[in-house]
Nanobody
């Protein structure tokens, strides 16, 4: 069983930055798909960023150029740096991990393990 715990959310003004972190209870997810997804009220879950088994990152169209995903295998953590935050980035951000998928990691349906989410609120 994999436990994922997110941290780093909060309230910021537009144009600000946040760094989200996700701690995994196990280390054998570090060479599989891991990703960040978000869900705003009344909207479907959206892929923000993901990293595959060889460390290649992929980003959602709405955040491309403003976010950077990174994985620290030694610490079993997945990080997300979000810059130039916009009010439309307001959502609950979830970390996800999968034990089998290795590529094309920005697909939410492939993930079996999810964190509890961390709220990001951006004011204008």
């Amino acid at each position: 069983h994999v436990q994922l715990v997110e941290s780093g959310g909060g309230s910021v003004q537009a144009g600000g930055s946040l760094r989200l972190s996700c701690a995994s209870s196990v280390n054998y997810v570090t060479d599989r798909c891991m990703g960040w997804f978000r869900q705003a009220p009344g909207k479907e879950r959206e892929g923000v960023a993901a990293i595959d088994s060889v460390g290649t990152a992929s980003y959602g169209d709405s955040v491309a150029g403003r976010v950077t995903i990174s994985r620290d295998n030694g610490k079993n953590t997945l990080n997300l740096q979000i810059d130039n935050l916009k009010p439309e980035d307001t959502a609950i951000y979830y970390c996800a991990a999968d034990l089998t998928s290795m590529f094309e990691c920005l697909r939410p349906h492939i993930y079996n393990y999810w964190g509890q989410g961390t709220q990001v609120t951006v004011s204008s």
